[in-house]
């Protein structure tokens, strides 16, 4: 993790320098990482919509070449690429997140690993708001914050799956929005305030984030009802 820790270490260091808090640089530093990531969430919602509606094309060619896998894989990549769509575009912002936290984890877990500079060393340890110590975890506020804001962006994130196996990813994905959002509070019981502070932020933005995309999927799904009627003279 340290091509990617290394870095973060930098960033966080240059906006303490700016801001004198630690705490504040941790915010700042979330919502720079989320307005980054914008277009590969657009792209995402864009990704997914062009998969609902090409799933009847999609299962004509499943139902037409059922017998002949190597041929229905040939005609879905001949589909996919006539329509645009690449089966890795929706998983890029998810990587890129994940990425992103296992290298913070690693920067604010061992900072003397990847900080070089001393005054960055102790303002780590600073306090923030009721934190004491951002090096800490907060066993209770944070942690209940990071469950309730990723239940909550969990939830405006949900669609109705196509297809018949639509009951099976509904319960999958309704246990998930449960299950997620406990397993991220008990985590963060543990984790360093100051990454709990970053995955508390990241979803707070993530809520704003899906409500808009949400929007722009309804509109995305009916172009016509968008269109504004010709005003007649």
């Known amino acids: 993790m340290r091509i990617i820790a290394v870095p973060l270490g ?19 530093f979330t919502v720079a990482i989320k307005l980054a990531m914008y277009p590969l969430y657009s792209k995402q919602i864009k990704s997914t919509v062009g998969m609902t509606k090409m799933q009847p094309k999609v299962q004509e060619i499943q139902q037409k070449y059922r017998n002949d896998q190597a041929m229905m894989n040939e005609k879905l990549q001949e589909l996919y690429k006539q329509e ?16 992103i936290i296992m290298g913070l984890f690693s920067l604010l877990r061992n900072p003397m690993s990847y900080i070089e500079s001393e005054q960055m060393l102790l303002a780590i ?52 929005k449960y299950f997620f959002p406990v397993m991220i509070l ?48």
């Open 186 to 233: 008990l985590m963060a019981r543990s984790y360093p305030a100051g990454l709990a502070i970053y995955w508390a932020g990241s979803q707070v933005v993530q809520i704003f984030y899906n409500i808009r995309f949400k929007k722009l999927k309804k509109k995305l799904m009916n172009p016509t009802k968008t269109k504004k009627k010709p005003v007649k003279a």
């Open 84 to 99: 645009g769509f690449s089966m890795y575009g929706g998983c890029l912002p998810m990587i890129i997140q994940m990425v």
């Open 125 to 176: 340890h600073e306090s923030f708001l009721w934190i004491p110590d951002l090096a800490q975890p907060d066993k209770w506020i944070l942690p209940i914050v990071s469950g309730v804001a990723t239940f909550i962006a969990f939830a405006f994130s949900q669609t109705s799956q196509p297809g018949g196996n639509a009951a099976q990813m509904k319960m999958m994905t309704n246990m998930m």
């Open 10 to 28: 930098y960033l966080l260091t240059w906006l303490y320098d700016f801001v004198g808090s630690y705490g504040l640089s941790l915010i700042i």
